[in-house]
């Protein structure tokens, strides 16, 4: 396959010329497979009528609103044609972010875990990592998986291709990790994969196509939409509304379209990048609307997230805390009818199940009744160490004194004087080695 592409790419250079040559390599490598996902939904396009009943706002923008999370860089620490991953993932954040303020949830903004995707996802049929992919395949990972915030592994902008031992899909700590003192390595911090953390779903995703479908669909939150790059618009953009008079139509790229509105007369979309912030208008750009523009309105995408796993955590009563080893449950009767699964169908490398032949498990949720499944749930397990976190804690324990005996009164006060300072000084020293302890663990 490399042979045969630097002989394509060598033919388009001798055929057109340098220039055509650049417009060759892909800013992203968008695979553009339409891979079938049973749950995925096509939104039909509006017609002008049902648009103006809608009395959608002439200017709307989510940033404006304050919706808009942090932007990202795809091309960093080294290049990886992940722009598909996000597009759809800067979209999902801002929806989450919309969904969370609607639920009164005043937390930080939620950033999905890139790495945790390119490390899993290609091992079970969605997309192929940094070699490209599909905002669907994204959004269909999220529907039978979920994905854990970035805070689980950072983006080094690598994939699947690096777990050479496996048959494809990725190790425990390819999906989330942590490193750390331990109870049982007080001096030295020790690497283990994290097994149960808040997962974030696709309660539903789709497309859409048209600029009447898309106007309509962004009033409930950013989308994810396909384009064009064309030499142009890599090359020279810097500013203002960008209108591409060449016709270019090779669809390679992702973006997030994060609003719209009229600048002297004309529409434009506004749309965020995934090149950094010092790229266009602080990492965004304006095109022109209403004419398929570099093809941005002929292939778009929407998520309707779903938060219930976090709702378990951050409730007024949760069902469940934080330790470093992953959530555990605090309060076990909630735990029991809200069970967290852990990462087994994730990292199975034993499976030939694609992600299309397993079902999700249903979504939690606090307004629903409990699934069955649910109801007969055995108790959640504790993390394999969590126990000795609780056997450190009774090192103050005083054993109590010995039964009583025949020995004289003086013979019993000089044996429990001596106990108690025996005692006085253990309890000391293990004071001392505990405070140690917990000392070497915040460093």
């Not at 899909?169 to 911090?189: A, H, I, K, L, Q």
């Not at 064309?230 to 591409?244: L, Q, V, W």
């Not at 629903?368 to 103050?396: F, Q, S």
Request: with cysteine.
């Amino acid at each position: 396959m490399g042979f045969l592409r630097v002989l394509t790419f060598a033919a388009a250079a001798l055929a057109l010329g340098t220039d055509a040559a650049k417009s060759e390599c892909k800013s992203c490598h968008r695979t553009y497979k339409h891979r079938s996902h049973p749950k995925h939904k096509e939104l039909p396009e509006l017609t002008q009528d049902e648009l103006d009943k809608a009395l959608l706002p002439q200017h709307f923008d989510w940033c404006d609103q304050g919706m808009c999370t942090t932007s990202w860089n795809q091309h960093i620490p080294v290049y990886c044609g992940s722009c598909f991953l996000h597009g759809a993932l800067s979209s999902a954040n801002d929806r989450i972010k919309i969904l969370n303020h609607k639920l009164g949830f005043r937390g930080p903004d939620v950033m999905l875990g890139r790495q945790s995707f390119l490390n899993c996802a290609p091992g079970h049929g969605l997309s192929d990592g940094c070699g490209g992919g599909e905002p669907a395949d994204v959004y269909e990972f999220m529907r039978v998986y979920g994905l854990p915030d970035e805070t689980c592994l950072p983006y080094n902008a690598t994939d699947h291709t690096k777990y050479t031992w496996t048959n494809g899909t990725c190790p425990p700590e390819g999906f989330c990790m942590n490193c750390m003192y331990t109870p049982e390595s007080p001096s030295t911090p020790q690497c283990f994969p994290v097994t149960k953390m808040v997962r974030y779903r696709a309660k539903e995703y789709g497309s859409l196509q048209g600029e009447l479908a898309m106007l309509k669909e962004l009033q409930k939150g950013p989308i994810t939409c396909g384009m064009a790059v064309s030499p142009a618009f890599k090359y020279n953009y810097t500013a203002g509304i960008f209108n591409d008079t060449t016709g270019f139509d090779d669809l390679d790229h992702d973006v997030e379209v994060v609003g719209y509105g009229e600048e002297h007369g004309v529409k434009y979309w506004r749309v965020r990048n995934s090149w950094g912030t010092y790229w266009g208008e602080n990492g965004f750009f304006k095109i022109v609307r209403g004419t398929n523009n570099l093809l941005i309105e002929s292939d778009c995408h929407y998520i309707v997230p779903d938060v219930s796993d976090e709702e378990l955590v951050w409730g007024k009563k949760p069902a469940y805390g934080g330790s470093i080893y992953g959530i555990v449950p605090f309060d076990t009767q909630k735990a029991q009818k809200h069970p967290i699964e852990d990462t087994s169908a994730i990292t199975d490398t034993n499976t030939t199940l694609t992600s299309h032949e397993k079902t999700p498990k249903p979504l939690h949720t606090t307004q629903r009744a409990p699934h069955p499944d649910d109801i007969v749930a055995p108790a959640e397990a504790k993390p394999k160490d969590h126990h000795r976190l609780g056997e450190t804690a009774n090192l103050m324990a005083v054993e109590p004194p010995p039964a009583a005996s025949n020995y004289s009164p003086v013979q019993l006060g000089l044996a429990f004087l001596g106990v108690g300072c025996i005692g006085f000084v253990v309890s000391m020293v293990a004071a001392t080695k505990l405070r140690q302890a917990r000392y070497q663990i915040i460093e």
